[in-house]
């Protein structure tokens, strides 16, 4: 029994504000797992990750939820399965990733084909006669509700009933579809295994920076000054390096107005993305070389196309964010109600210049790392948050930013000034709708 009424937790978010307890309030963070992340599409992997058969990776869904996504021993079909074993419960794989024939629980030693099916249980004859029937399906490892895979990547729904996953991605497919065609072979690998780090703050921080464009200038001043002093001083840089780096720091603190005609979009579920052909991107100095792959690859017109898109943050609520100019993703895990994990995966576009990936790892070294110059600014704005949000002299968090500069571009499809608060107020409406939906 929750200790919110549907009615309580609907007056929690009104259309120009939402109430701190969202980011404070231990029962909400539970009902939170439950009813959003018990039931929305949650980003599990990509495939490159499991590329042979046998090849699994672990994670969870929400907090209680351990999955392992696993290249069956046919080496076609990628199976999302419960992270259980159906003796007596406990986790069988445990570790990150690996490559198995079976999966052996390490308590009993009973054994599992990687399409979950119970195929060994040891000292077998104390299980004839007496009623044990290893095929039923409850001694599985069992699959997910529902999974789906877009473009390579592979998402899951611990929920039976809610949107296809094409439908509930919408409009922004299309920030997958030029992150995959910024290789010309329209194919990503992931590199390496990625950051992974503890954040002391609400899975909701992260998810509400994404498309905030009114703290870049403000939170990375420091970062941005650095850049415009270093550049003062050295005068014209050489370093192609140094050069790069500059390229990637210095958009940090463009102006209110650069951010505003960037633009904000916004779809159903939550979903959207800031920036359109304009963004912090947009300014790379060309790869040498990599126009002229997109062309012979797509042909002219479509590899202008797919180099005009420079979208800054992607939404897929309410677990990720994509960037397809620079080929990189982060998740959040949600932990407990002011902890999360992020996690920062570069891919590798294949068959453009290795320069390419080159830059992209920079940017999220730069930008997304535990190292960070420019994360760990926004970390501390996080953890600022979780301590004032604690204080009850007020209970509410404003969204009111460009509230009459929405305009409906088509149904469901919101644009409005890149500085607009419209992404909040997205995000925030998503989540009363999944949150108003009692157990079924
Ligand atoms: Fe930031």
Redesign the pocket.
């Known amino acids: 029994m929750s200790k919110y009424s549907t009615e309580e937790l609907s007056a929690m978010v009104e259309p120009t504000r939402y109430h701190r307890k969202l980011f404070v309030d231990e029962d909400i963070f539970d009902l939170e797992m439950e009813r959003i992340y018990g039931r929305a599409w949650i980003y599990i992997g990509h495939e490159s990750q499991v590329k042979n058969p046998g090849d699994y990776v672990t994670t969870r869904i929400g907090v209680k939820n351990p999955v392992v996504m696993v290249r069956d021993g046919n080496g076609k079909d990628i199976h999302v399965l419960h992270n259980r074993c159906g003796h007596k419960g406990a986790t069988v794989v445990n570790r990150e990733c690996g490559n198995v024939t079976r999966f052996r629980c390490n308590f009993h030693g009973w054994t599992f084909r990687t399409d979950g099916k119970l195929v060994g249980t040891p000292h077998a004859t104390g299980y004839q006669d007496c009623g044990f029937d290893r095929n039923n399906p409850q001694y599985n490892m069992p699959g997910v509700s529902r999974q789906g895979e877009y473009r390579g990547f592979i998402f899951a729904s611990l929920s039976e009933e809610g949107p296809e996953l094409e439908t509930f991605l919408g409009e922004v497919k299309s920030s997958f579809d030029n992150m995959v065609e910024r290789s010309p072979e329209g194919r990503l690998e992931l590199v390496g295994k990625g950051f992974r780090y503890v954040k002391n703050s609400n899975w909701k921080a992260f998810m509400d920076?994404l498309d905030d464009a009114m703290?870049?200038m403000v939170?990375?001043q420091s970062v941005g000054e650095a850049c415009e002093d270093y550049l003062r001083e050295m005068g014209e840089v050489s370093d192609p390096k140094l050069k790069k780096i500059v390229e990637i720091l210095n958009p940090f603190i463009s102006s209110y107005e650069f951010f505003d005609e960037m633009g904000v979009t916004t779809c159903a579920y939550g979903n959207g993305w800031t920036g359109g052909e304009a963004s912090i991107h947009s300014e790379y100095d060309e790869i040498p070389g990599y126009r002229k792959l997109l062309v012979e690859a797509y042909g002219e017109e479509k590899a202008r196309r797919i180099l005009s898109v420079n979208r800054h943050n992607t939404i897929v609520y309410p677990c990720m964010t994509l960037k397809g100019a620079i080929q990189n993703i982060r998740v959040v895990r949600p932990v407990s109600v002011n902890k999360s994990i992020i996690e920062s995966y570069s891919f590798r576009p294949v068959g453009a210049p290795e320069e390419l990936l080159q830059r992209n790892i920079l940017y999220s070294n730069l930008v997304n790392s535990p190292a960070s110059l420019?994360g760990n600014?926004?970390a501390e704005m996080y953890e600022r948050l979780q301590l004032g949000l604690q204080d009850e002299a007020g209970d509410w968090m404003d969204t009111h930013r460009y509230l009459n500069r929405d305009k409906e571009v088509k149904p469901g499809v919101f644009t409005a000034p890149g500085t607009s608060d419209l992404s909040f107020r997205n995000m925030y409406k998503a989540w009363k709708e999944y949150m108003m939906q009692e157990a079924a």
């Open positions: 920076n703290h870049p939170t990375h420019v600014d926004d």
